[in-house]
């Protein structure tokens, strides 16, 4: 019997994770007021399943950036432990970023709209993807690979503003100026 239940289990994590992703798409496409329809179609999953899993929108748009949180967050130790330079590390980390960043297309209307569901987000990136890019900073500023006086919150800050797209400035632009950036603090040898 417990086997069943691990089973179980192990299915209701698949199309938890199958859900999140398909609407992470979908609010890239759409922004976050899309059809639930169109995130259970790209899904594989009835209307139905997501209402189950996330009662409300709210439910859906922040369990979505929760979870793209968390994994941006764990990216910084294993970028840093598998890549050849911290500066490399932080630099991948910043191409997340901004992968990040595009799929919160409307999530700014989101945010001033008076949900109550929504109103945790904004400190949750900031209490977890703060202190991860800090981790990736104080590792190229030990290498001797950083500027001096590169806060991670101003470099988010600075990314951010880099990553609001328009007709005439894409994501491919937005990666392009973000790694400019990123080479202007480079430390000079």
């Known amino acids: 019997m417990p086997e069943s239940v691990g089973v179980r289990q192990a299915q209701a994590q698949r199309t938890r994770g199958a859900v999140l992703a398909a609407a992470a798409a979908v609010f890239v496409d759409q922004g976050i007021q899309a059809p639930i329809r ?5 899904a594989g999953v009835g209307v139905g399943t997501i209402y189950r899993n ?18 941006c ?19 991948c ?10 799929t919160k297309h409307g ?35 030990a290498a001797g690979e ?16 880099l990553c609001i797209t328009g007709p005439d400035y894409d994501q491919a632009d937005a990666k392009h100026m973000v790694a400019t950036l990123l080479a202007g603090c480079r430390r000079k040898a």
């Not at 949750?124 to 500023?141: F, H, N, Q, R, Y």
């Not at 950083?146 to 503003?161: C, E, F, K």
């Open 107 to 141: 999530l700014g209307a989101a945010l001033g709209s008076g949900d109550p569901g929504l109103e945790n987000l904004h400190a949750l990136m900031l209490d977890t993807l703060v202190p991860a890019c800090a981790t990736l900073l104080d590792a190229c500023a």
């Open 93 to 102: 980390w910043a191409d997340a970023f901004v992968e990040f960043l595009v």
């Open 54 to 71: 996330f009662p409300t929108r709210a439910d859906l748009v922040t369990a979505v950036y929760r979870h793209q949180i968390d994994t």
């Open 38 to 42: 169109d995130i259970a179609e790209r």
């Open 146 to 161: 950083l500027s001096p006086g590169i806060t991670a919150y101003t470099l988010m800050r600075a990314i951010g503003n």
């Open 73 to 91: 967050t764990a990216l910084a130790p294993q970028l840093l432990a598998e890549s050849a330079s911290p500066f490399t590390a932080l630099t």
